[in-house]
């Protein structure tokens, strides 16, 4: 054998093992389905890639992730996923409410499917139960759908005695007939009349907020929903130059300038299905990991926007608070 085959021959025996490294580690990707776009849930994300790192799991090192992003447009919900599968995801990831994952569902019952979202999965139809969720479906469940109420009593301390209060709903949203009955349960012992106002678009914001005025409503709560999320900014605007006391279920929008937020906090519950995505990657089957509820809430004030509002905040609003923006 001659000196330069012996080195290629070498070269090529010390390069197998990494060789089969990277070719294993190529065949580990996360297919991550979501109903909103990447701009809004980029802290969502990087909360799913640390999970992800806290079991040994690094995008581009070891595993790689596919982004199918909806942009609000559920109805396209069935492609994106369907493109997945063709793809031979190792698991499935579905945010941004019920319907992805719904939507994941529908299409496999082999690929393992994790969801977060504040939907409850049983009523939902995600899962069995809790404990045994069943199939090839897991997650994590926040619950902020669930919330409502807690949102319409902390808008009515910070107004003075309101008649009426509005929510605003997505109707594309399958968990939109749900929310208005859990306010509409809590108004009925605080007192208030509760009006639903409907936007499946940003074009319909506008009108929304002329509504407002025809009602006499005196806040707004925003419903759950990926989609609003997506668009908080722009809500947040609207808002306040509409001069109309506002609740959102995200603290993201309070960093906007938005009047108060009391909800879950969705990057931990993101975070925690990074980790249990990479518990699958690892072996264990949704079957036997039960559904995670995130307790974690978080109430915000923004005083600056309160000011603004002619409000002032109750001393003891103020002390159960978990952050305060002045």
Known sequence: MKR????????????????VLAQKSAGLMIGFLHSSNRESYASMTAAFREGLRETGYVEGQNVGIEYRWADGRLERLPDLVADLVRRQVSVIFAGGGSDPPLAAKAATQTIPILFANGTDPVEAGLVASLNRPGGNIT?????????GGKEL??????LDKPAAIAVLLNPKLSTAGSQLNDLQGAARTLGLQVYS???????????V????VQLRAGGLVIGADAFFFSRHDRLVTLATRNSVPTIYPWREAVLAGGLVSYGASITNAYRLAGN???????????VDLPVQQSTKT???INLKAAKALGLTIPPAL??????VIE
């Open 139 to 147: 997650g994590i469940t926040f619950l902020n759908n669930t919330l």
């Open 197 to 207: 106002v409907y936007a499946g678009a940003e074009r319909d914001f506008d009108a």
């Open 276 to 286: 249990y995505a990479g518990r699958i990657l690892k072996g264990d089957k949704p």
């Open 298 to 300: 978080e109430l915000v």
């Open 4 to 19: 330069r085959e012996f080195i290629t021959l070498a070269s090529c025996a010390a390069m197998r093992p990494f060789a």
């Open 209 to 212: 907020f002329t509504s407002l």
């Open 153 to 158: 009593e902390v808008l009515r301390q910070l």
């Open 318 to 323: 103020l002390a159960r608070a978990d952050e």
